[in-house]
C-alpha cells in the first residue's frame, strides 16, 4: 500500500478526481491558497480537515493509511490494542485475532505493516508464528513486534535474533504511536500534525 505526505495526498485525490485545486477547495470548504499550500508542502491541515481529506481518498479509492495486525489469545488485550490504534496520532486501519492460525492466514490475505504477536499462546507461541511467516509472500516487508507482560531477558535475545523488536505489556498509548511512527519512518507522515507544525488559519 501506499504511504503518502498530506502534500502526496492532495495530489493523488486530484488525479483520482481530476479536480483543480480551486474546485478541491470548494468542495472542502476551504480558500484556493489553503488547498495550494498543502499540496506545497507549506502548510499543514488541521485535524478535522485532515480527516475530511481521508474520507475523500477513501471515495476516490486512494490508499492512505497503515494497517496493523493484531494476535493474542486475551480477547481484552485485542479490545486494548484495537482501542490504542484507532486513537493513534496516525490513520491506521486494525484487525485482531486471538486464534494463531487465523493470525497467519489474515497476515498472509491482508499483508499487514504491522504485526503485533503475544509472546505467550497456548499450542503455539508468538515465535512459532514468527516463524512460520516466513513461508508468506512479502514477509520481508511486513514489521513484527512481539508483546508479552513476561520480565524474560530470554524473550528479548530471541526477538532481536528472529530481527524483530519486543515491547512490554500493558501497551500504552504513547508506545503504540511509537511503534506507528516507526512503520512511516522514511515513507512520508501521514500523522497529525505536531505542535510545530505550521496550520493553515482556515484548515
Request: with cysteine; glycine share 8%.
Amino acid at each position: 500500500m501506499g504511504i503518502l505526505s498530506v502534500r502526496e495526498l492532495v495530489a493523488a485525490i486530484r488525479r483520482a478526481t481530476g479536480e483543480t485545486q480551486e474546485a478541491l477547495a470548494r468542495r472542502m470548504d476551504v480558500s484556493f491558497a489553503t488547498v495550494n499550500s498543502w499540496e506545497r508542502g507549506r502548510s499543514e491541515p488541521r485535524r478535522a480537515r485532515f480527516e475530511q481529506l481521508k474520507v475523500l481518498a477513501d471515495e476516490a479509492g486512494v490508499d492512505t493509511e497503515l494497517s496493523v495486525l493484531a494476535l493474542d489469545d486475551d480477547p481484552i488485550s485485542c479490545a486494548v490494542i484495537e482501542g490504542f490504534v484507532t486513537a493513534a496520532d496516525v490513520f491506521a486501519s486494525v484487525r485482531t485475532t486471538t486464534d494463531p492460525t487465523t493470525g497467519l492466514m489474515l497476515c498472509g490475505a491482508l499483508k499487514p505493516d504491522l504485526f503485533l504477536i503475544d509472546v505467550m499462546m497456548p499450542g503455539i507461541d508468538g515465535f512459532e508464528v514468527a516463524a512460520q511467516m516466513e513461508g508468506i509472500e512479502g514477509f520481508s516487508a511486513i514489521r513484527v513486534v512481539f508483546i508479552t507482560s513476561a520480565s524474560n531477558v530470554g524473550f528479548a535475545e530471541r526477538a532481536g535474533a528472529m530481527g524483530h523488536r519486543l515491547v512490554q505489556k500493558p501497551l500504552t498509548q504513547s508506545v503504540v504511536n511509537e511503534l506507528l511512527r516507526e512503520v512511516l519512518s522514511g515513507d512520508g507522515l501521514p500523522a497529525m500534525p505536531s505542535p510545530n507544525t505550521v496550520l493553515d488559519a482556515d484548515s
